[in-house]
């Protein structure tokens, strides 16, 4: 009950609401949607702090009131919704405005937008665009013979006249890109930096293939997961689409959707049988910029840490994964590390192998003897990713 009392605050409020989030994110409030975390005392003490009072903002209200959400505008006008609920409560449906009236919805223009019927739509290409006219079906020979199906894929049947084509499907293409994960960006999860890449490239207009099924998911593959906290000059990821564009133009088609610290680099198109990037990358390079706090006598001790790691021939650490202790030798997975005192950052080079990766972080604490708080506070930066 109280978590549906801030729902219906947050879907219903007006702009205090965005006051009351931040004031309660100020006070701890973190995964409220897990009960275990979930402080609805933080919440009422906001809420009084700003004098917000749930029962006015949840309060029934009449049809002639100004909302909250009266400024924005979904295309369909507040008169006809009302119109529309009015109706509702008698139980009275609203004809379809194809076939019948036009009810002053508020989407038509009746110029420019007009209501469009399905049997009445042209062969449409794979892309969306408008078709040629050698490739038109005659209407009223086709009218009754085409199908429109999902996603804007049309089918015609068997009976199309002779000299009339439909454009051929765009071929699927495979493309892998190389993207910055850098500045505020660094901040977001493997999840949500799919998501925003989803997003953006939904945005540019081009067009994704979908994996078969129930839940269709765009086709997009990524190597591997880069820790929440760390920035990276070269992420990867495979895409497949249906597009016919130039890599300049793809580029600038994703960027200006995409938010600050994460940009498309490069883009090149890959055979649909490549290997995944999973097979294919070896090994990564990261530059770990030290803190302030890290001086000159801290040098000496990180120096002589590392030098007796690459000495050795094993280097074994304990690490606690969901209960369970895991014992892991990393020196053969590090090719490489070293303390560049004049640039104040530690060079790591490491491989990709089966048996698993060694993390930028257990090297800052499991080698160097950096403590939790201290590790916290260097700047790990991938720079460069290895394939074979």
Same mark, same amino acid.
């Given at each position: 009950?109280?978590?549906?009392?801030?729902?219906?605050?947050?879907?219903?409020?007006?702009? %205090?609401?965005?006051?009351?989030?931040?004031?309660?994110?100020?006070?701890?409030?973190?995964?409220?949607?897990?009960?275990?975390?979930?402080?609805?005392?933080?919440?009422? %003490?906001?809420?009084?702090?700003?004098?917000?009072?749930?029962?006015?903002?949840?309060?029934?209200?009449?049809?002639?009131?100004?909302?909250?959400?009266?400024?924005?505008?979904?295309?369909?006008?507040?008169?006809?919704?009302?119109?529309?609920?009015?109706?509702?409560?008698?139980?009275?449906?609203?004809?379809?405005?194809?076939?019948?009236?036009?009810?002053?919805?508020?989407?038509?223009?009746?110029?420019?937008?007009?209501?469009?019927?399905?049997?009445?739509?042209?062969?449409?290409?794979?892309?969306?665009?408008?078709?040629?006219?050698?490739?038109?079906?005659?209407?009223?020979?086709?009218?009754?013979?085409?199908?429109?199906?999902?996603?804007?894929?049309?089918?015609?049947?068997?009976?199309?006249?002779?000299?009339?084509?439909?454009?051929?499907?765009?071929?699927? /293409?495979?493309?892998?890109?190389?993207?910055?994960?850098?500045?505020?960006?660094?901040?977001l999860s493997h999840l949500e930096l799919s998501a925003a890449l989803i997003r953006a490239i939904h945005q540019s207009g081009l067009n994704f293939v979908?994996?078969?099924?129930?839940?269709?998911?765009?086709?997009?593959?990524?190597?591997?997961?880069?820790?929440?906290?760390?920035?990276?000059?070269?992420?990867?990821?495979?895409?497949?689409?249906?597009?016919?564009?130039?890599?300049?133009?793809?580029?600038?088609?994703?960027?200006?959707?995409?938010?600050?610290?994460?940009?498309?680099?490069?883009?090149?198109?890959?055979?649909?049988?490549?290997?995944?990037?999973?097979?294919?990358?070896?090994?990564?390079?990261?530059?770990?910029?030290?803190?302030?706090?890290?001086?000159?006598?801290?040098?000496?001790?990180?120096?002589?840490?590392?030098?007796?790691?690459?000495?050795?021939?094993?280097?074994?650490?304990?690490?606690?994964?969901?209960?369970?202790?895991?014992? /892991?030798?990393?020196?053969?997975?590090?090719?490489?590390?070293?303390?560049?005192?004049?640039?104040?950052?530690?060079?790591?080079?490491?491989?990709?192998?089966?048996?698993?990766?060694?993390?930028?972080?257990?090297?800052?604490? %499991?080698?160097?003897?950096?403590?939790?708080?201290?590790?916290?506070?260097?700047?790990?930066?991938?720079?460069?990713?290895?394939?074979?």
């Open positions: 009950a109280r978590m549906s009392l801030l729902e219906g605050l947050v879907s219903r409020g007006d702009e %205090k609401i965005g006051l009351l989030i931040e004031r309660a994110f100020q006070a701890g409030c973190r995964f409220d949607g897990w009960s275990d975390y979930f402080r609805f005392d933080l919440w009422e %003490k906001a809420m009084a702090d700003l004098a917000i009072h749930p029962e006015r903002e949840l309060r029934e209200r009449r049809l002639t009131d100004i909302f909250a959400w009266d400024q924005i505008d979904c295309g369909l006008g507040k008169d006809f919704l009302i119109r529309e609920w009015l109706k509702s409560e008698q139980g009275e449906l609203t004809t379809d405005c194809r076939t019948d009236q036009c009810h002053q919805c508020g989407v038509c223009d009746h110029q420019h937008i007009k209501p469009i019927s399905a049997a009445e739509v042209p062969s449409l290409s794979m892309n969306g665009s408008a078709p040629t006219d050698n490739a038109s079906p005659d209407r009223s020979s086709s009218q009754g013979n085409q199908a429109v199906l999902a996603h804007g894929v049309t089918a015609a049947s068997a009976s199309i006249g002779a000299g009339e084509r439909l454009q051929q499907p765009a071929p699927e /293409k495979r493309i892998r890109i190389q993207f910055t994960k850098l500045g505020a960006a660094r901040f979908y994996s078969e099924g129930f839940h269709p998911h765009p086709k997009i593959s990524f190597a591997f997961a880069t820790a929440v906290g760390m920035e990276s000059m070269g992420e990867y990821a495979d895409i497949q689409i249906k597009n016919d564009l130039s890599g300049d133009t793809m580029i600038h088609r994703i960027n200006a959707f995409l938010p600050e610290g994460i940009e498309i680099k490069g883009l090149r198109e890959i055979s649909l049988r490549q290997p995944s990037l999973s097979e294919e990358i070896c090994g990564f390079q990261y530059d770990l910029r030290l803190p302030d706090a890290a001086g000159p006598d801290k040098d000496v001790v990180i120096n002589a840490k590392l030098d007796q790691f690459l000495a050795s021939e094993a280097f074994t650490i304990i690490r606690e994964v969901k209960e369970k202790r895991v014992v /892991k030798n990393i020196r053969p997975l590090v090719l490489d590390v070293r303390l560049d005192q004049d640039r104040r950052r530690i060079e790591l080079r490491v491989a990709c192998e089966p048996a698993g990766m060694v993390r930028p972080a257990d090297i800052l604490t %499991k080698v160097c003897g950096f403590d939790e708080e201290m590790a916290r506070g260097v700047r790990i930066i991938k720079r460069e990713t290895y394939f074979y």
